[in-house]
Nanobody
Framework: QMHLVESGGGLVQAGGSLRLSCAAS????????TGWFRQTPGKEREFVAA????????YYVDYVKGRFTISRDNAKNTVSLQMNSLKPEDTAIYYC????????????WGQGTQVTVSS
């Protein structure tokens, strides 16, 4: 089992920045990819970014490229999402999730952290 806890959400004005963190505990010795997703009321959860275990491979959805940066520190079992130039449409609950090596679906999910961007 792996337990994930997100932090760093909050209220920010458009154009501002936030840094989300995802702290993992439990089965952290196995290589895993970590992803960030977000969800707004009435919509399906959508992919935002992901990073491989080594940190070599990073993936972003098109509309956050150049604004969001994902990074990880395996020594601390944390993955961060630096969000700059935030827009009101970035308002959502942000979730982190992990996918064990060889798995096609994400195995573990956090509870989410609210990000609200005011115009």
């Amino acid at each position: 089992q792996m337990h994930l806890v997100e932090s760093g959400g909050g209220l920010v004005q458009a154009g501002g920045s936030l840094r989300l963190s995802c702290a993992a505990s439990g089965r952290t010795f196995s290589p895993y990819t970590t992803g960030w997703f977000r969800q707004t009321p009435g919509k399906e959860r959508e992919f935002v970014a992901a990073i491989s275990w080594s940190g070599t491979f990073k993936y972003y959805v098109d509309y956050v490229k150049g604004r969001f940066t994902i990074s990880r520190d395996n020594a601390k079992n944390t993955v961060s999402l630096q969000m700059n130039s935030l827009k009101p449409e970035d308002t959502a609950i942000y979730y982190c999730a992990t996918k064990l090596e060889g798995h096609t679906e994400y195995d573990y999910w956090g509870q989410g952290t609210q990000v609200t961007v005011s115009s």
